[in-house]
């Protein structure tokens, strides 16, 4: 059973700074494309990064301040944010997939969510 299960969100204040976590289990981790997205209330699901065995990508709109990582050794997927600004405030998720794009219906795990909220 694969199970993908986030931590590190959080309130924090708006130029602040979060570490997100992605914990898998039950997948051969360094066969699969890690993502990030995020949802705000009465929006979309959007995507904010994904990382690859070989490189990743970040999202546009937060490219400057959001840096993915993972360390296959521990199975796990980072998401580091900083300047954090209160348009960041959303759950955001982690994913894992065999497609390498941004489209989150391409996706198949995802973890249950972590509340990020940025006060201004």
């Known amino acids: 059973q694969v199970q993908l299960v986030e931590s590190g969100g959080g309130l924090v204040q708006a130029g602040g700074s979060l570490r997100l976590s992605c914990a898998a289990s039950g997948l051969t981790f360094s066969n699969y494309i890690m993502a990030w997205f995020r949802q705000a209330p009465g929006k979309e699901r959007e995507y904010v990064a994904r990382i690859t065995l070989t490189g990743s990508k970040t999202a546009d709109a937060v490219k400057d301040r959001f840096t993915i990582s993972r360390d296959n050794a521990k199975n796990t997927v980072y998401l580091q944010m900083n300047s954090l600004k209160p348009e960041d405030t959303a759950v955001y998720y982690c994913?894992?997939?065999?497609?390498?794009?941004?489209?989150?219906?391409?996706?198949?795990?995802w973890g249950q969510g972590t509340q990020v909220t940025v006060s201004s």
């Open positions: 994913a894992a997939g065999w497609r390498v794009n941004s489209d989150y219906r391409s996706y198949d795990y």
